[in-house]
């Protein structure tokens, strides 16, 4: 079975798909590497470029920062981050984004505390 991982990559995929697969996430790489501030490159150019679904766009550039590539998002594209302004605000995305999920995890705690539990029987 050709199932994927959490990223899209093909777990037990052929050497083609995976050649495919690295071929099209080293060209977005390189795309944003070159790309700037005041011309980033957008997921609609990178998908196109690419011959990847716009998902598989997102996965990519996830993995790429996971791999430690200072990858930003700003006025409708990606870029490339190299000054510390970019970086700055890179990061605290990253920080706004785990203070809101720190959030929602304390409301759900809070919230399944003495929460009635519906019976789907008496809704149907």
Same mark, same amino acid.
């Given at each position: 079975m050709n199932t994927k991982n959490r990223k899209g990559t093909p777990r037990s995929a052929n050497s083609k798909q995976q050649n495919d697969y690295i071929t099209a996430k080293t060209k977005i790489k390189i795309m944003i590497k070159n790309a700037t501030k005041k011309t980033p490159v957008t997921r609609e150019e990178l998908s196109m470029l690419s011959g990847v679904s716009d998902r598989m766009v997102r996965n990519m550039i996830?993995?790429?920062r996971d791999e430690g590539c200072w990858f930003a998002h700003y006025n409708k594209?990606?870029?490339?981050?190299?000054?510390e302004e970019d970086?700055? @605000?890179? %990061?605290?995305?990253?920080?706004?984004r785990i203070k809101h999920m720190s959030m929602t995890v304390k409301a759900l705690e809070s919230g399944a505390e003495g929460q009635?539990? @519906?019976? %789907?029987?008496?809704?149907?």
């Open positions: 996830q993995e790429l594209g990606y870029f490339h981050a190299t000054s970086r700055n @605000m890179l %990061i605290n995305d990253y920080i706004s009635e539990v @519906m019976d %789907i029987e008496k809704i149907l």
